[in-house]
């Protein structure tokens, strides 16, 4: 239960006055400028990169104010927004060969759907119940793969790569998925503790616990941890059926169409993130409000979130293409202007949110998207 704890009680505790070092100014200018990129970022892999980069920063000085919070959150928001995504590339690549026989295809497949496994992991969110479902899953490939004379997955992922840290890495993360997944199953009340369980054992902590002051409401803070894990669990459960649908194409040579379907549309639904609109305006206003070293770009942080969780009012979406400049491009960039911004007019109308985004470059300074 440690594991579930710790990121609880920095969930808990960053409403506390912060104790330890302040952030050297080395570090306060690497975050700023990690949270200057993330504000101008406009695809998913340079929101990733900054995320990534500052999640780093903050892991490098633990006794920074806020800092250990601040890392576990913008690293989940990092594979929130990456994972799904990183997962549907793979299986698509599955998806198009339709069987596995070689190691680069292997590494190229199974390597992106463990890498995100691993970086949830770090979360400490992993169910037991659930890590013996995955762990079933790695050593079921594993084992395929030796039938079918095929290299490990870390050792895949180190040939393919011609990095040895890489697959190193992967094999510190399965062997921490393993050492849960023994303990779970040595353990009966462990083995059973699924997501509701967990969720009522969040309740009782919180009921004996203090009282979380930066939050409006109590109650906030384990909601928001509760909704966490069991998004992330979502995914755990995803990636075990991912790594099953591999092991399967390489044992039968047949790819399982039916369910990479269902799959593909249970990712697809999570892209959207772990909390529904309400909760999540309120907990990211209030870690905006608490993190002080965050606060110039910790919307930016969230902004997909909202974008995705929020209908957006079609009549108001604007790219401001009566004021692109441009010079003697104006006219070109005005017809790209007028384009995308029909595209985002029909993408509202049809899917009630917006995911996409005005072109910087072809867009007016009133653009409000």
Known sequence: MCRFASLLFAVMIFATPALGEE???????????????????????????ALREIEAIAQ???????????????????????????????????????????????????????GVVAEMQENHTLLPSVAIELDAAIQKLDAVNKRAGLPGVAEAISQA??????????????????????????????????????????????????????????????????????????????????????????????????????IHDRLEELKKGPWDSDTAKDILKSLCKSIPIAGAWCDDAFKLAQKLMTPADCSTITCDCEHVGGGLMRGPLMVTCKIQEQDLILQCQSAKVVTGSCDAGASGPGANF
């Open 161 to 262: 790569s011609g990095d040895p840290k890489l697959g190193a890495a992967v094999t510190g993360a399965l062997g921490k998925i393993a050492t849960i997944a023994k303990r779970a199953m040595e353990n009966p009340d462990l083995a059973a503790l699924d997501r509701k369980a967990t969720k009522e054992w969040i309740d009782d902590v919180v009921s004996i616990g203090p009282p979380i002051p930066a939050f409006a409401v109590n109650q906030a803070g384990y909601m928001m941890y509760r909704d966490l894990v069991a998004w992330d669990n979502e995914m755990f459960g995803e990636s075990t059926k991912a790594l099953n649908l591999v092991a399967d194409a390489i044992e039968t040579g047949h790819f399982d169409q039916d369910a990479y379907n269902k």
């Open 23 to 49: 952030w050297p100014a080395e570090a306060r200018m690497q975050m700023d400028a990690a949270g200057a990129r993330l504000k101008t970022a406009t695809t998913t892999a340079e929101r990733v990169s």
């Open 60 to 114: 490098a000085h633990p006794d920074a104010p806020d800092a250990r919070l601040t890392a576990i959150l913008i690293g989940e928001k990092a594979t929130m927004e990456a994972g799904p995504g990183v997962m549907l590339d793979a299986l698509g690549e599955l998806a198009t060969s339709g069987q596995i026989t070689d190691t680069e295809t292997l590494a190229g497949i199974a390597g992106p759907l463990l």
